[in-house]
């Protein structure tokens, strides 16, 4: 990942109602959820959410796919791991944090060190 990505997806993610789609996307992991149930469910307009939806896949944050006449929007969990992975490695010492892969359950583990 470089710079001007991370900047994006972080400009994207600091407004709080992108936020808030992310998180409950991350919630609903890789099936994801419907326009409709996440606007209903943040109480958010269908056109502002639409708005939102669109900024956070144009930074790489969300995926969509077509599901009969619904589009299923998705977090992009690899790119946001990537995001992640590189505000770790690239931004931390190793003193401070570090990226693992762990082969067994499939996922990488960020281990944080107790530096307070």
Same mark, same amino acid.
Request: aromatic share 6%; charged share 20%; with cysteine.
């Given at each position: 990942?470089?710079?001007?990505?991370?900047?994006?997806?972080?400009?994207?993610?600091?407004?709080?109602?992108?936020?808030?789609?992310?998180?409950?996307?991350?919630?609903?992991?890789?099936?994801?959820?419907?326009?409709?149930?996440?606007?209903?469910?943040?109480?958010?307009?269908?056109?502002?959410? @639409?708005?939102?939806? @669109?900024?956070?896949?144009?930074?790489?944050?969300?995926?969509?796919?077509?599901?009969?006449? @619904?589009?299923?929007?998705?977090?992009?969990?690899?790119?946001?791991?990537?995001?992640?992975?590189?505000?770790?490695?690239?931004?931390?010492?190793?003193?401070?944090? @570090?990226?693992?892969?762990?082969?067994?359950?499939?996922?990488?583990?960020?281990?944080?060190?107790?530096?307070?």
């Amino acid at each position: 990942m470089d710079i001007q990505k991370a900047l994006i997806a972080f400009d994207a993610l600091s407004q709080e109602t992108r936020l808030k789609v992310f998180r409950l996307l991350v919630e609903h992991g890789p099936q994801g959820a419907p326009a409709g149930a996440l606007s209903e469910k943040l109480g958010v307009p269908a056109n502002t959410l @639409s708005f939102h939806l @669109s900024h956070m896949s144009n930074a790489g944050l969300v995926l969509s796919r077509r599901k009969g006449r @619904s589009i299923i929007y998705t977090a992009n969990f690899a790119f946001f791991t990537g995001l992640i992975r590189y505000m770790v490695e690239d931004c931390c010492g190793v003193a401070v944090a @570090s990226v693992r892969n762990d082969k067994k359950k499939g996922c990488s583990v960020i281990e944080l060190s107790n530096c307070c």
